[in-house]
């Protein structure tokens, strides 16, 4: 094993034209994978609870309690609902516009940084296939050079264009599973966002129909613009 390991990081380094700027990347990439995974852990529940608590306290008219519960909550969503506060008797098609807005603010927050693991998958093969590139070419170099084309000549080059081509792949794959899996893991919480942002309209509505506290969220929406 230790001679297979020996054997592979000489490949490695043979092909460190584009190893080595490769492994880079796919540090970088894993660093970003795993801060945006820490950043969804529990965004899901942590919405789902704000919302039924801030319902619960639009329900019972209780602006000032939903409004102290959207200021110490951390999830995204307590901000989007914070502005929903502010903006109140207002027309409905108005309102949804603004919630929108907000909620496209925090959810291209939650989509920081993976452009670049995108990216990587798809330039990956591309730099490996550089490598491949440089190593044929090397692999011909030596020929022209030796006038022998036997195995010997030619193995350093090859050896060095199918490592590069290799780990040109599995950074390329290993990337895209990540983007894809985070993808879809921001699609699902911004779902979720959307189906809060719902029960949130509904709530206003519910105490803009019942004419209670008018007066308070008035006094609030003008205090927030001063």
């Not at 945006?36 to 609870?49: E, F, H, I, K, P």
């Not at 390329?172 to 029960?199: D, G």
């Not at 803009?208 to 006094?219: K, L, P």
Request: aromatic share 8%; charged share 20%.
């Amino acid at each position: 094993m230790q001679l297979g390991w020996s054997h592979l990081l000489e490949l490695l380094h043979q092909g460190r034209l584009t190893t080595y700027p490769l492994g880079v990347l796919s540090v970088i990439v894993f660093a970003i994978a795993f801060e945006r995974l820490w950043r969804y852990r529990g965004l899901d529940g942590a919405t789902r609870d704000l919302t039924r608590k801030l319902v619960e306290c639009l329900v019972r008219r209780d602006v000032a309690a939903a409004r102290t519960l959207c200021e110490a909550s951390k999830t995204p969503m307590a901000e989007v609902f914070g502005e929903g506060l502010r903006w109140r008797n207002i027309a409905l098609e108005d309102l949804n516009q603004i919630l929108h807005t907000a909620r496209l603010e925090v959810v291209m927050e939650l989509r920081r940084g993976l452009w670049f693991v995108g990216t990587i998958g798809s330039l990956a093969p591309y730099i490996g296939l550089l490598g491949t590139v440089v190593g044929i070419m090397q692999a011909f170099s030596a020929i022209a050079e030796s006038g022998d084309a036997g195995f010997e000549v030619v193995s350093a080059g090859i050896s060095e264009a199918l490592i590069a081509t290799a780990v040109g792949l599995l950074v390329a794959i290993l990337a895209l599973l990540l983007f894809n899996w985070l993808q879809t893991r921001v699609s699902n919480i911004a779902a979720t966002f959307t189906r809060a942002s719902e029960r949130f309209v509904q709530a206003l509505l519910y105490l803009e129909a019942s004419g209670e506290a008018g007066g308070e969220v008035r006094d609030a929406h003008a205090s927030a613009r001063r």
